[in-house]
């Protein structure tokens, strides 16, 4: 009930200042706000006052520790590169896909949502056997380069390119398919070379999509937890992840320290987000 | 299409066979390490996985569940998406950034905060206790982690398109007189439905396969409350891969149907459209 | 625009209503849930088919009997977050102590049934890969350098705490051992080991199925399960010259008994255990059975080593989960960057 009230409280607010034209801002927001605060808010408010129990030194004390900072970094930096990765891996994909016609390529655009459609712990699995030094894809690597690449670091990130780039592609594919070829032919008709139509028509366009993917890209792969276990090794220190280390505490009955570390990841991504979302405003901005 | 903004055949050819490669070596790569392993023996003792009673009780379970949290993340992602993109009101980033959230939260932490609630231990613990009402370790928990973890996919998928399509129709729509939910249906629906189609089987695909948070506040009993991906966990960890990898495969061509429902809607609805003209 | 609230109101009611007013699992009476560990996934299964043939010949109705499974930490844990455990089948009596310290079980649960409520034994023993390549022996050879030791994560497996205790009594039996030396032989152990998985079946796969690592420490009955399920990997088990005796705990949950009225069941179920059937079954699953002349009939199955308890080198599992595997304890400190 107090949920419901407080869902048309800013509903309310928004009659009052707000008013447009188009009626159903009342209704749409509302029901918003009910399924954002049951669903997400409420659980998340939880977690945010359940670490304080051993008050600010404690939790303070649990962050700093060498071990959860590495996890941090790992989960972090990794997270990071796996965006960056999947920057130009979605752009190549996404472009494939809407401006070409090839064989192969319905397949190849139902093909990319797979890492939605499969569980993350199958996932985790095959690529496990995939690149373990006795697998199909491991095998001939460590024969040819004695490169090991499950349960290194670089194992956490290949799962992690695996999970955060069908996000890239399904940001930028909409825009892109939507992204009317008149500004670009307009473009080329004034005489600019194809280079110059990509760069100043094209990329500007899809800037805001490249941000949004970057953001659930990064967001989903920061907190990945089934396909990466498998693969990392796990070793303290060294390929350690974040949210394991909030399973571990959990399992040693450490609830508030547990809750301490997954609010200090959820509030980091939070601004991570955020940034991205400023930036993105921004570049909009830049282009009306 | 216009020659001016063709690339040439080369860079077509070289971009194509870029991403044909990458498509292989990261998504189908996987997927084929999942199939073989499941047919390793044969294919009857991968259906005998299948059809054993905890596989289908399993399976009738993880149905379940997603036939109650997709929709209330579709009605949410839908009513969320209008609000964001036709209108305007303070703290719409924030919005924004809210709705996106549950991707960034781990699925480790899905399943915790349910826990911190309904646990036990929690806040709502000894209440529940005393009225006989189990929510974690029970099909509302799994319920509530999916549809937490499932959250923003409707609403994503439905979102930017929203935005690049402006509000000027449902204002016209508006000026002629018509209602708020009318305008809806008349007017934005039909101009995002294949998106909306589409989110919302990304979203049912999701929902089957969630681990993480399902792990968390499922207690594992066996033909009560596993779900696919946990009876999978369980199948392995007792060794009998190929009975895992069966049940593996079964979600994979569950998310494969999906995907493929999803690609053959918009074939034919892209040419009566006009999309990709 | 009078539609809105009601509207509103009445999407949020059906979607709490779906939510919350699912029942509690319907469990009657003649319904048991077992919340056990890792390795006793197939002991287990067999031993509910015994007892469900036991029971109703007493002329009781037939019993739906539940198991789950998972790393005793977590199980342990989903208790006491909840889960509706009639009885708990544990590794280590520390995890069945935390369910106590809560009140869900009788403080002096471990003195209600014989032998510390532990029916069976088990212990920690060396797996090594065909031909026994690197020459491993004892506990000692694992220190050398070069060779790459398989182990789960004493953090969250009860299996591993088993392990990393095994390794600290032997390094203090030997000359000059002492408390300093035996956590050099923890810490120079746990730097050879290239990949923690959080539970014992986790190791095993690793070792196994991914081909890393010389040597797996390991439950004795996980070894030979190993050995059963992977013939064609011609793995070897090395008996050390000592080990620990492991006793995996059971006990009633009280609360959830009273609760659900099971009580019964429950007890019969876990009392079950000790009859000489079931220590048969116990020992065919590789499981050291408490019954003396069960062990003798079961012959070299179980090669005899000298096993040391807890009790006498630790002084119990409250103090050795303090000192070693807590937060900052030893176990903490082999991490400890710089080192």
Redesign the interface.
């Known amino acids: 009930m107090t949920a419901a009230a407080t869902a048309l409280r800013p509903a309310r607010v928004g009659r009052a200042t707000g008013r447009r034209a188009l009626p159903g801002l009342g209704l749409s927001l509302g029901v918003t706000l009910a399924w954002l605060g049951l669903i997400v808010l409420i659980p998340l408010a939880a977690l945010a006052i359940k670490p304080w129990q051993i008050g600010i030194s404690g939790v303070v004390a649990v962050l700093l520790d060498a071990r959860v900072l590495a996890a941090f970094r790992l989960s972090f930096g990794a997270a990071l590169l796996a965006a960056i990765i999947s920057l130009p891996l979605g752009l190549l994909f996404a472009w494939v896909i809407t401006r070409y016609r090839f064989p192969g390529r319905r397949l190849l655009d139902a093909l990319v949502d797979l890492p939605f459609a499969l569980p993350t712990a199958v996932a985790g699995l095959a690529m496990t056997a995939l690149l373990a030094n006795n697998g199909w894809l491991g095998a001939p690597l460590a024969a040819a380069f004695g490169w090991q690449i499950a349960y290194r670091p670089v194992g956490v990130l290949i799962a992690l390119v695996f999970v955060a780039l069908p996000f890239m592609i399904r940001s930028v594919e909409p825009v892109l398919r939507d992204l009317a070829l008149e500004g670009e032919e307009a473009a080329a008709t004034l005489g600019a070379t194809r280079m110059q139509t990509l760069w100043r028509v094209v990329l500007p366009a899809l800037a805001p999509a490249l941000i949004t993917g970057f953001g659930l890209g990064f967001g989903r792969a920061v907190g990945e937890y089934g396909s990466v276990i498998f693969i990392a090794g796990n070793m303290p220190m060294a390929t350690e992840i974040a949210p394991l280390l909030i399973v571990t505490k959990l399992e040693q009955y450490d609830d508030a320290a547990a809750a301490a570390i997954g609010l200090a990841m959820l509030v980091l991504a939070f601004l991570i987000l955020l940034a991205l979302n400023l930036l993105q405003r921004w570049v909009r901005r830049g282009r009306a | 299409m216009s020659v001016a903004t063709d690339d040439a055949p080369w860079l077509r050819r070289l971009l194509v066979m870029l991403a044909l490669v990458f498509a292989v070596l990261i998504f189908l790569a996987p997927l084929a390490a999942v199939f073989t392993e499941a047919l390793r023996r044969g294919i009857a003792p991968a259906l005998e996985a299948i059809v054993e009673p905890d596989a289908l009780s399993a399976m009738r379970l993880t149905l379940l569940v997603a036939a109650v949290a997709v929709p209330v993340n579709t009605l949410g992602g839908v009513a969320a998406s209008w609000a964001i993109a036709k209108f305007d009101f303070p703290g719409k980033r924030l919005l924004v950034t809210l709705i996106e959230l549950p991707f960034s939260v781990s699925p480790v932490i899905s399943g915790l905060v349910y826990v911190l609630i309904f646990g036990a231990q929690g806040w709502f613990g000894p209440w529940l206790r005393e009225h006989d009402v189990q929510i974690i370790f029970a099909l509302p928990g799994l319920v509530l982690a999916t549809t937490f973890v499932t959250f923003p996919f409707v609403a994503r998928t439905l979102l930017p398109l929203m935005q690049e399509q402006g509000r000027e129709e449902e204002e016209a729509a508006a000026t002629l007189g018509a209602g708020g939910l009318q305008t809806f249906f008349r007017v934005t629906l039909p101009n995002v439905k294949w998106a909306l189609l589409g989110g919302v089987l990304l979203c049912n695909a999701r929902a089957m396969g969630e681990f993480g948070a399902v792990a968390v506040v499922s207690g594992h009993i066996r033909g009560a409350t596993n779900t696919m991906p946990l009876h999978v966990e369980i199948l392995y960890n007792e060794y009998m891969f190929v009975g895992a990898f069966a049940v593996a495969s079964l979600l994979a061509l569950l998310g494969l149907v999906t995907l493929a429902a999803k690609a053959l809607l918009e074939y034919w609805t892209a040419r009566p459209i006009g999309i990709e003209a | 625009?009078m539609?809105?609230?009601p509207?509103?109101?009445r999407?949020?009611l059906a979607?709490?209503s779906?939510?919350?007013a699912?029942?509690?699992?319907a469990q009657s009476a003649s319904t048991l849930?077992n919340v056990s560990y890792?390795p006793t996934?197939?002991f287990y299964r067999a031993f509910n088919t015994a007892f469900v043939a036991h029971w109703t010949s007493l002329g009781q109705p037939r019993p739906t009997i539940?198991?789950?499974?998972?790393?005793s930490?977590?199980q342990a844990?989903?208790v006491?977050?909840?889960?509706?455990a009639d009885v708990v089948t544990l590794a280590l009596a520390y995890d069945i102590d935390?369910l106590a310290e809560?009140g869900l079980i009788a403080r002096e649960w471990q003195g209600r049934l014989p032998e510390n409520s532990s029916p069976y034994t088990s212990t920690i023993v060396l797996l090594v890969r065909r031909g026994n390549p690197k020459a491993i022996r004892d506990w000692g050879d694992l220190l050398k350098p070069g060779v790459s030791i398989i182990t789960p994560?004493p953090?969250?497996s009860g299996g591993a705490r088993w392990n990393y205790l095994a390794l600290w009594a032997w390094a203090l039996r030997q000359p000059g051992g002492s408390a300093a030396t035996a956590e050099q032989a923890v810490t120079q152990l746990f730097r050879q080991?290239?990949?923690?998985?959080?539970?014992a079946?986790?190791s095993t796969?690793t070792f196994v199925?991914?081909?890393?690592g010389d040597v797996l420490l390991s439950w004795e009955n996980e070894a030979h399960?190993a050995l059963q399920?992977f013939p064609q990997a011609g793995l070897e088990i090395v008996y050390p010259s000592l080990s620990i005796l492991a006793e995996p705990p059971v006990a009633v949950v009280d609360r959830n008994v009273d609760r659900r009225g099971t009580r019964a069941l429950a007890e019969a179920y876990l009392q079950h255990l000790y009859t000489p059937e079931s220590q048969r079954l116990a020992a065919t699953h590789f499981y050291r059975p408490r019954d003396r002349a069960i062990l003798a009939e079961a012959g070299t199955r179980f090669p005899a080593l000298e096993l040391v308890t807890v009790q006498d080198v630790f002084g119990g599992w409250g103090g050795a989960q303090r000192t070693h595997?807590?937060?900052g304890g030893v176990f903490?400190r082999i991490?400890?960057?710089g080192r």
Do not use: C, W
Not at chain 3, 22 to 25: C, E, F
Not at chain 3, 193 to 199: H, I, N, T
Not at chain 3, 209 to 212: H, L, N, T, V, Y
């Open positions: 625009m539609t809105r609230t509207l509103a109101r999407g949020f979607a709490a779906t939510l919350a699912a029942p509690a699992l849930l890792d996934r197939e539940s198991t789950s499974h998972g790393g930490g977590r844990r989903a006491i977050d909840g889960l509706a935390e809560r994560n953090k969250t080991v290239p990949v923690l998985d959080s539970g079946r986790g796969t199925q991914r081909a890393q399960l399920e595997f807590n937060d903490d991490y400890r960057p």
